[in-house]
């Protein structure tokens, strides 16, 4: 009950704060340079801000923990029976709620931004505080007209609704919150680009700056987007780690912009070129990452794990969005003239300039390909009221031919020096490991049933770009991070193909005591017993798989039956080795005796979310060893 | 004459003007080629032609029309106005159930009859498709 009233009124009064920082930063701006000190107010107001959400943030936790049904959020997302850690993370597994996070994220990253921006001129500071607010000002808005997490109900519940027993998984805990890190880091991003446009502010040390949020977003981003695959892979029981579905698309956009911007940045560095395609790829990447959330919370998005939701939401995060973006293109264009970009004539084709350029297309290519395979059925139903979905193989057929040009650069791209390099002779090794990639190629396409030359290119090219990325790995520990990544890209790729290639799968309805022969192996239904969880009751099945050496393994898939709401879900019983995942899943049928069986062989599964984590490692020593 | 930094240029534009085109007739035509219409019941009695091409289903699973076999499993599609028979194999997801929103893809047979290669799940037990909600909406 209290807690409802702290939790609302410290965002009403953290929304005045944030009015008051809005004018006030102006004010200072305006007023100009008197001496290089930021006003002290603004650490005092800025502190208080990031208290009162915190609190605010507290209350709604406690009104979780407590299960406090007076407010509409808990009553709607919690129950009493929900085990206390789901009920905790219950506190943003839900519109209210994640909003919160949000907002908490924002004000979090803009006090660490003032306390990490001395080293920047006063004015950009102020001006970067400034534009800042304005993002938060219209989350304030946003919680407090159309979302609040703290709406009464009367008389009060004495029972919640539940969450979603989908939602309730270790993984999707910390998936949104990383996410929106990543999401969050962007809009820094995005106010100090257009403040340093203004300021004309584009110097080393700006770079250097900004450079760290660019890798704090991506970092975040990347462990999102992996945190939420990794859930899809096992708690809904495809077995896939990427569908192409419009949801996790919204998610990929901002990732390949913000990749170009974190190459990019480092020209800017270590060239002061391409200032202008910095900031506008500063801009699409925030622009995307609130599309984003837009697009995921309005219900516009025909997707098929859509969640049934609201449309006046949308409404407003798009008018704001699209506040925001013609406020940014009007100042981009209108203070573009202040960009010089003074080595314009020491532009070389052969360079680590033009590489990371090359790279830049690629993954504009790639986000425009996303892009308009995700909104294209929303624009057609405008239009013509009908209603499509693209699949997978669009995404395949357009970005699976390029992939092979793409690794080919990256093999050679980061070796190049910066402004002007030339071509040596070539290095033995170099050839040794074309000639061995060929011959591995060639080897699994003979291997293969199904012949497909595209693939088989494709695999060469990553095998070469794996080879070479790990001698460079082996060679010298400069430029680790990079090195990393890259390594990781080839793996990922590699996984994801050989997933692709050797990856078998079974489906069929059995009932107890049923035998199927499949891949020279035979599945056997033993029987299934009964159990009682926390808050579900579950069936769990017992198979045998006894293959030709009657070696046998056993599986025991699970299904729960949740008892608020009541939902089944299934548990998937997954055996995870070096080069395959076995995944076992069941599922409930009307005819009580016949169980829907699925059982696949995924290999490679684990190298594709280690591959992934080496690529955020990649990242996560960058961003250590910049700021030492 | 122009100058060879001039020339360059042109040259350069050419080479992205060239790039973007290809990349737009690359983008659409795959486009044509993959994209699944997604109709009701209703529709699919109205279709001027049965297609070949993949589609997608969606709506209501009618109650007590759930049929069970070893390899099969056969339910009936509706959107309280119209109902169509799909037969499936392979696995179903977790939301799968009578009285509830379903989206299956797969191929008409005829008017009556569809042949699903793939059964969509949902993340929300409350989701319904968008048809079948103004379907309802408009019965009441």
């Known amino acids: 009950m209290i807690f409802n009233h702290i939790g609302y009124y410290s965002l009403v009064f953290g929304f005045f704060i944030s009015l008051y920082l809005l004018f006030f930063s102006m004010f200072l701006y305006l007023k100009g340079k008197l001496n290089n000190q930021l006003n002290l107010n603004i650490y005092y107001f800025s502190s208080l801000q990031l208290f009162l959400v915190i609190l605010s943030f507290i209350s709604l936790i406690i009104s979780f923990i407590l299960s406090d049904f007076s407010n509409e959020t808990v009553y709607y997302n919690s129950h009493t029976t929900k085990p206390l850690f789901y009920k905790i993370a219950g506190t943003w597994g839900n519109h209210e709620g994640s909003l919160l996070l949000w907002l908490l994220v924002l004000t979090l990253f803009i006090f660490i931004f003032i306390l990490k921006s001395n080293n920047q ?13 304005i993002i938060i000002t219209g989350f304030f808005l946003f919680l407090l007209i159309t979302s609040n997490p703290f709406n009464y109900l009367f008389p009060i519940p004495i029972e919640g609704l539940g969450l979603n027993p989908i939602l309730q998984d270790p993984a999707l805990v910390i998936h949104p919150p990383i996410l929106y890190l990543g999401y969050v880091g962007s809009s820094i991003i995005f106010s100090s680009s257009l403040a340093a446009l203004i300021e004309n502010n584009f110097s080393k040390i700006w770079a250097k700056h900004i450079k760290n949020w660019v890798f704090v977003s991506w970092i975040f981003l990347t462990l999102g987007i992996l945190l939420g695959s990794i859930w899809a892979y096992y708690e809904l029981g495809w077995g896939g780690f990427w569908f192409w579905d419009p949801v996790e698309n919204v998610s990929l956009m901002p990732w390949f912009s913000l990749t170009a911007l974190l190459h990019t940045i480092s020209v800017l560095e270590k060239r002061q070129l391409l200032k202008s395609w910095t900031i506008i790829l500063s801009i699409s990447t925030f622009s995307l990452s609130m599309s984003g959330t837009f697009l995921v919370r309005s219900g516009i998005l025909n997707s098929v794990h859509t969640f049934a939701n609201d449309p006046e939401r949308g409404v407003f995060i798009l008018t704001f969005l699209f506040i925001l973006i013609f406020l940014a293109v009007f100042i981009f264009f209108f203070f573009s003239k202040n960009i010089v970009n003074l080595n314009e004539k020491n532009f070389y084709w052969l360079s680590k300039d033009s590489s990371i350029i090359i790279n830049n297309w690629f993954m504009m290519y790639f986000l425009s390909v996303v892009l308009i395979g995700t909104i294209y059925p929303i624009f057609l139903e405008v239009i013509t009221s009908d209603k499509i979905s693209i699949g997978p193989p669009f995404f395949n057929k357009l970005i699976v031919p390029f992939l092979i040009p793409f690794l080919l650069i990256m093999s050679f791209g980061p070796k190049l020096k910066w402004i002007k390099d030339r071509f040596n002779k070539l290095e033995l090794d170099k050839i040794f490991f074309f000639v061995i990639s060929i011959l591995i190629s060639v080897l699994i396409y003979e291997k293969l049933g199904q012949k497909n030359l595209l693939i088989t290119i494709l695999i060469f090219a990553s095998i070469y770009l794996f080879l070479i990325s790990l001698i460079e790995l082996i060679k010298s520990r400069n430029n680790l991070s990079q090195k990393l990544s890259h390594f990781g890209f080839s793996l990922l790729i590699l ?19 049923d035998q199927i022969e499949f891949d020279n192996k035979l599945i056997k239904f033993k029987n299934v017993e009964s159990k009682k969880g926390s808050n579900y009751n579950s069936i769990i099945a017992s198979f045998v798989i006894e293959d030709e050496n009657k070696r046998i393994s056993k599986f025991f898939p699970e299904i729960r039956i949740y008892n608020q709401p009541n939902i089944m879900t299934s548990e998937a019983d997954i055996k995870t080795s070096i080069f395959q995942d076995k995944f076992f899943v069941i599922n409930f049928l009307k005819n009580e005796n016949y169980f829907n069986v699925r059982y696949q062989v995924k290999s490679f599964m684990i190298w594709i979310w280690i591959s992934t984590l080496l690529i955020v490692l990649g990242g996560l020593i960058g961003l250590v060893r910049k700021i030492k | 004459m ?7 240029r042109i040259f350069f534009f050419s080479i992205i003007f060239l790039a973007i085109l290809l990349t737009t007739f690359l983008i659409l035509k795959s486009l044509e080629e993959n994209v ?6 209703s529709d699919v009695k109205v279709l001027p032609e049965l297609s070949k091409k993949k589609i997608r289903i969606g709506g209501m699973v009618k109650k007590d029309s759930i049929e069970t076999n070893a390899k099969e499993i056969l339910f009936i599609i509706t ?22 929103g379903v989206v299956a893809e797969g191929f008409l047979k005829d008017r009556n009859y569809f042949t699903a290669k793939k059964i969509l799940a949902k993340h929300d037990e409350n989701y319904m498709p968008p048809e079948v909600k103004k379907a309802l909406e408009s019965k009441k």
């Open chain 2, 2 to 8: 122009y100058g060879k930094k001039v020339k360059l």
């Open chain 1, 121 to 133: 001129p006063k004015l950009y500071r102020l001006l970067s505080i400034f534009f800042q607010q």
């Open chain 2, 36 to 41: 699944v219409y997604f109709i009701s019941p």
């Open chain 2, 79 to 100: 959107d309280y106005k119209s109902e169509i028979k799909v037969s499936f194999s392979g696995s179903i997801p977790n939301l799968f159930a009578e009285e509830k």
């Open chain 1, 495 to 513: 996984s994801i193909l050989f997933n692709g290639l050797f990856s078998k799968e079974f489906s069929s309805n059995m009932k107890i005591g």
